[in-house]
């Protein structure tokens, strides 16, 4: 009788067990998606989740997806980042950044989720496949012509948005480079580089005094390979782009030689007026094109 009741008790445990699984999955954690970015994930509560990320040489940029979080209070410590307010989206498309009361400290967010899958990330993803929808939409303008300069290591194409007007020759022109994402995991950089095209294809009659004087060379992506596959600062093998123009060639990115090329072919027919290089970081002033913080206001 006795034994009876002890593997009674055991049945009940199993089928009490088994309704809580049914009735409160474990959350579940995944990056594999374009510029995903996550490591480790480990917990002792199923509430408070402690997550690492791959890092480079200045490991920061993580975006990755919790699924089973539906009506659950969760918290996350990214503890390899520095992130002070986290951005959320639950279509992966819309994005908001946790209030204050849901990032209570550095590398914490922590909210009761209202659908079954959550998006976080460092800053609002901006992938490269997000990128060639906006180029369809850019070369629609007549004042825009798009080429590939060449392709990297993991044969992804280094793309340059030329927009002018057509209609005046080149040669009486001044030309202008900016370029984004040296550093991928800089995704306000892509924003603000974005909102520079769209701009420069208004029909406006001081954007039409540009055109007609200035010829823009527009790098979306100096780093591509860094961008599709989740890197902060680096390119996929490791290397910094943005402190590799110094190097000997056989040291030298293919990004670096790339783009150095085409810089040659430019200023070889006139050489450039205005270089701009667009970046991120991780203050309230969060995009510049000047290396110094301070100097900024945007």
């Keep these: 009788l006795i034994l009876l009741r002890q593997i009674m008790k055991f049945y009940i445990l199993i089928i009490f067990l088994a309704a809580a699984v049914t009735l409160f999955p474990q959350v579940q954690f995944d990056a594999n998606f374009e510029s995903g970015n996550i490591n480790t994930v480990t917990t002792t509560d199923s509430v408070t989740y402690t997550v690492t990320i791959k ?68 800053y609002t993803p901006y992938n490269y496949s997000y990128l060639q929808e906006r180029i369809e939409e850019w070369n629609e303008s007549h004042y825009v012509s798009v080429d590939t300069l060449g392709f990297t290591d993991r044969n992804f194409p280094i793309q340059e948005i030329r927009i002018t007007d057509p209609s005046v020759p080149d040669s009486l022109k001044e030309r202008v480079w900016i370029h984004s994402r040296t550093h991928p995991g800089e995704t306000p950089s892509s924003y ?52 590799n123009w110094d190097k000997p060639l056989s040291q030298t990115s293919k990004e670096v030689q790339i783009l150095k090329a085409r810089m040659t072919e430019i200023n070889s027919e006139k050489v450039l007026t205005v270089f701009n290089n667009l970046h991120s970081l991780a203050s309230p002033k969060c ?10 206001t945007h």
């Design 55 to 122: 890092t480079d040489i200045g490991g920061r940029w993580f975006y990755f997806r919790m699924i089973n979080v539906k009506n659950r209070f969760v918290r996350v410590n990214v503890s390899n980042s520095d992130v002070k307010r986290a951005m959320y989206s639950y279509d992966d498309k819309v994005y908001t950044r946790f209030t204050a009361s849901e990032s209570p400290s550095t590398r914490i967010f922590q909210k009761t989720y209202e659908h079954d899958t959550v998006f976080v990330s460092y």
């Design 192 to 243: 603000h580089f974005d909102g520079i095209i769209q701009k420069l294809i208004e029909d406006d009659e001081v954007i039409k005094y540009y055109l007609q004087n200035v010829v823009f060379h527009c790098i979306p992506f100096t780093n591509p390979d860094g961008v599709y596959y989740g890197r902060s600062r680096t390119n996929f093998d490791g290397v910094d782009v943005e402190s």
């Design 287 to 296: 995009t510049f094109f000047i290396h110094t913080i301070a100097s900024t």
